[in-house]
Each structure stands twice: as C-alpha cells, then as structure tokens.
Nanobody, 117 residues
Framework: QVQLVESGGGLVQSGGSLRLSCAAS????????MGWYRQAPGKQRSLVAV???????NYADSVKGRFTISRDNAKNTVYLQMNDLKPEDTAVYYC???????????WGQGTQVTVSS
C-alpha cells in the first residue's frame, strides 16, 4: 500500500499561483501513474492532471496552459504548479497514485485551494 501526504493548498487571489506537492511512501516500487483530481462543492471529483509512468502528461481542458504537473521519481513526489488561478479552480485537490499492486488507486487526504475574485 502507498501512503500519500499532500501540501501546498491555501487561499490566493485570482491570477495568483500555488504549488501542490504529494509525497508517497510505503510500496513506492509499485507506483505507475501519479496525478491530481479536484472536487468542488456539489460536484463530482474530476481529473485535473496526470503524469503517466511512461512520461506523458494529460490535462483537463480547463487547466491546459495554466497548470503543470511534474514528478520526481527519486523522491516519489508529484507536483502541481498552478498559475493564473481562477475562482472556478476553487476545490479540494486530491493526489492520486495508481500502482500495480492492490489497492490500485491510492488517495491523499485532500488539500483545499480557494481562489478569491
């Protein structure tokens, strides 16, 4: 099993930036993909960005050009650099790590990002 610890959320004004970090521990040898999801009040959790094990990255259309995901495999850490933040980016952000051993999906505790207009 993989344990995840997130950091970096907070309150920022529209147009500002934040950087989220998620450090994995435990069965890190089994990590495949590392990504970020978010959930706003009254909405379903949705993918923000993912860094695949093969090196590719995918982004939600709403964050393309503003957010950048990166991973440091030596540190078992994934980052989400968020620039030009908008009020609609306000949500709880969850780190997700997929592994080839069960449980396949591992989630962080969530970190609140609030963007004021």
């Amino acid at each position: 099993q993989v344990q995840l610890v997130e950091s970096g959320g907070g309150l920022v004004q529209s147009g500002g930036s934040l950087r989220l970090s998620c450090a994995a521990s435990g069965s890190t040898f089994s990590i495949l993909d590392m990504g970020w999801y978010r959930q706003a009040p009254g909405k379903q959790r949705s993918l923000v960005a993912v860094a695949l094990s093969g090196g590719r990255t995918n982004y939600a259309d709403s964050v393309k050009g503003r957010f950048t995901i990166s991973r440091d495999n030596a540190k078992n850490t994934v980052y989400l650099q968020m620039n030009d933040l908008k009020p609609e980016d306000t949500a709880v952000y969850y780190c997700n790590v997929r592994t080839w051993v069960k449980p396949i999906d591992n989630w962080g505790q969530g970190t609140q990002v609030t963007v004021s207009s």
